[in-house]
């Protein structure tokens, strides 16, 4: 008896054994630690309506790991913005708040069993700081820049995978950035009598076919040397993308940029002229007879503010040039307009955008009164979208009152570059961007 009972004590304690070793290795406790090599990271910037937006980042583990194997509490995101133009280079710093996690391949698509890349999204809106990509130096230069961002992702979940468990990482090597639809431009660089522009471009795909030109004129905020900057400040970049491309059956872009600003007049700043004004038409000639397939009927322009002060020089001086104009938000004050400029432009397809609640270029001393000479002056297709206010119209972010998130009156672009401006032009509802694809000097 005793016998037996000393077997089955005996066979009860290695059964014990053998659960509790079952479990431990199930729960990981023992599990094998998989040691990665050089862990970076890439940013991902996207042009929202408020500017360039660092909306995620791409870890390189350098291990695969199952696509299951992580979730938006696995991470943490620092996150160190400084400006090497300012005195003071540091900015802000903080967390960013992860939205999102997914394994994915290189280039940060979803996989479908393991992948070595992690993807993690992260909020954004207009006022969130933290996602920014350029900086605004209000108080020196008056120039938008990119802005140097140092992420610090810092592991906090352990990652379980056939190999072993990944834990305690600290990501903070940078392996460069990608740029959503910026990318897709080149730049360039040429000079006219001693006036040195640089420039941003898009090509469409080649075909048998003409293509039209946009020419689009930076803000006030987006002069220099780096010819991204006005395609990533203000969201023109969404000419190039599929959907306003969609209009002109693909499109050239040219994005010319000012040294300074185009509003720099002989006499004096916004005086009606321009010291850049027959460099730049030198620029638009010399591009458009190195690019053969352009059609020269259809060759657009357009701008915002210190850009769009500049459109109307550029269509008072060269009318016969364009075929259309759109003038946003524009800064030429209407007294510096002549009648006869008037009569001149009158003939001329124009579309001017502006919001009652700008401050910065009053429409009532700019954008209306110029309008009005010219219907008076018998103009038979320009119009004007004068709207309310400038808010967001996505859905997505909003004021603590529950209303839709309301923008400067000043950025009435962010209605021309998603394409949501339009009105009844012969019973039809027409787009800015449908109405401008159909324009032509023939």
């Known amino acids: ?159 379980t995978t056939d190999s072993g468990t990944i834990s305690g990482l600290k990501v903070d090597t940078s392996a460069g950035q990608a740029r959503e639809l910026v990318d897709e431009f080149t730049t360039g660089k040429a000079s006219y009598d001693g006036v040195t522009f640089t420039y941003a471009d898009y090509t469409p795909a080649k075909d048998k076919g003409k293509n039209p030109l946009v020419i689009w004129l930076h803000g006030g905020g987006e002069g220099g040397t780096d010819p991204t900057i006005p395609i990533s400040a ?28 185009w509003m720099d007049g002989f006499t004096g700043f916004g005086d009606g002229t321009s010291k850049y004004e027959t460099a730049l038409m030198s620029l638009i000639k010399d591009y458009v007879s190195q690019n053969k397939d352009i059609d020269t009927n259809r060759i657009y322009i357009g701008g915002n503010s210190n850009g769009g002060y500049m459109t109307l020089l550029m269509i008072r001086d060269y009318k016969d040039y364009f075929a259309a104009a759109m003038v946003v938000c524009e800064a030429l004050k209407d007294s510096l307009i002549t ?75 962010i209605y021309v570059h998603n394409n949501e401006v339009s009105r009844v032009i012969n019973g039809k509802n027409i787009t800015l961007m449908q109405w401008l694809a159909s324009k032509s000097l023939d």
């Open 1 to 159: 008896m005793l016998k037996r009972l000393k077997k089955t004590a005996k066979t009860t304690l290695l059964c014990t054994l053998a659960v509790g070793m079952t479990l431990a290795f199930s729960s990981g406790a023992w599990a094998k630690e998989v040691k990665t090599g050089h862990a970076s990271y890439r940013t991902v910037v996207e042009v929202e309506d408020w500017g360039a937006t660092i909306t995620k980042v791409i870890v390189d583990l350098d291990k695969p790991v199952p696509k299951d194997a992580i979730t938006r509490h696995t991470f943490k995101v620092h996150v160190k913005r400084s400006d090497n133009r300012l005195a003071n280079t540091f900015i802000e710093e903080g967390e960013r708040k992860v939205t999102k996690a997914y394994v994915s391949d290189k280039n940060g698509r979803p996989v479908k069993q393991t992948g070595r890349y992690v993807v993690l999204e992260m909020e954004i809106g207009p006022d969130l700081t933290l996602g920014s990509a350029m900086y605004y130096d209000n108080e020196g230069s008056g120039f938008n820049a990119w802005n140097d961002n140092q992420y610090t992702i810092t592991q906090q979940k352990d990652i």
């Open 234 to 261: 203000n969201k023109a970049v969404n000419l190039a993308s599929e959907d306003i491309q969609s209009y002109f059956d693909g499109a050239y872009v040219l994005a010319p940029q000012a040294p300074t600003f």
């Open 339 to 413: 009648d006869e400029q008037i009569n001149g432009m009158k003939d001329l397809p124009i579309w001017f955008v502006a919001a009652k609640t700008d401050t910065l270029v009053p429409p009532d001393d700019h954008t209306v009164p110029t309008y009005n000479r010219l219907v008076n002056a018998g103009a038979q297709d320009v119009h004007l979208s004068l709207f309310d206010k400038v808010a967001d119209t996505s859905g997505l972010y909003k004021k603590s009152d529950g209303t839709p998130y309301e923008y400067t009156g000043h950025s009435s672009w």
